[in-house]
């Protein structure tokens, strides 16, 4: 190799370093100008994870008492709701507990049935998390709490000002219940 080729190939060297090291310093000032960008227009809420967003659903000028029911007559269980009633506005999350005990001396599968009044509130209650979606196995004398989180859409009527929520469980047929 020639002194000459030699030195261009210095050069080149060099030249790629000083590109490579201007294009690592451009992604690293990229960062904060892709904040900067994102916090002006709220394209990216992720940048402010800190911030909790205001839920602009709750309807506060109104509060609708939500009534809650238990019943197991069809089952030897010991079922409750751990508050009778409470007061929310609609689109408020809510969570509420319900107990339930198998009084047998053996293992029983239930599942609970739950129904409303007044009946048209039902299409407004929805419930994000409960016991109700699936059957329910309990061992002899075991005890469990089980919650029930829901939300009332604002959406309904005005007139509406108190929810009864009822539970009923039921024998599952054939899940090991002797």
Sequence with gaps: MDSAQAAGNRETRWK????????????????PFYKAICEITGINELVKADAKPANTQIDTSRKVTVE????????????????????????????????????????????????????????????????CFKQQTLAAHESRQFP??????????????????????FEIAGKGNS
């Design 148 to 169: 029930v989180v829901f939300v009332i859409d604002p959406d309904m009527s005005k007139d509406v000002t108190t929810i009864t929520l009822s539970y009923t469980f």
């Design 68 to 131: 809650f029911d238990a019943n197991s007559n069809h089952l030897p269980w010991r079922f409750r709701p751990l508050t009778g009633s409470i007061e929310v506005h609609p689109g408020e999350l809510v969570q509420v507990i319900y107990e339930v005990t198998n009084v047998r001396d053996r293992p029983m599968t239930g599942q609970a049935i739950p129904s409303y009044a007044p009946k048209a509130a039902a299409q407004y209650f929805k419930k994000l998390e409960c016991f």
């Design 16 to 31: 790629l370093l000083v590109v490579v090291l201007i294009m690592g310093g451009f992604g690293y000032a990229l960062v």
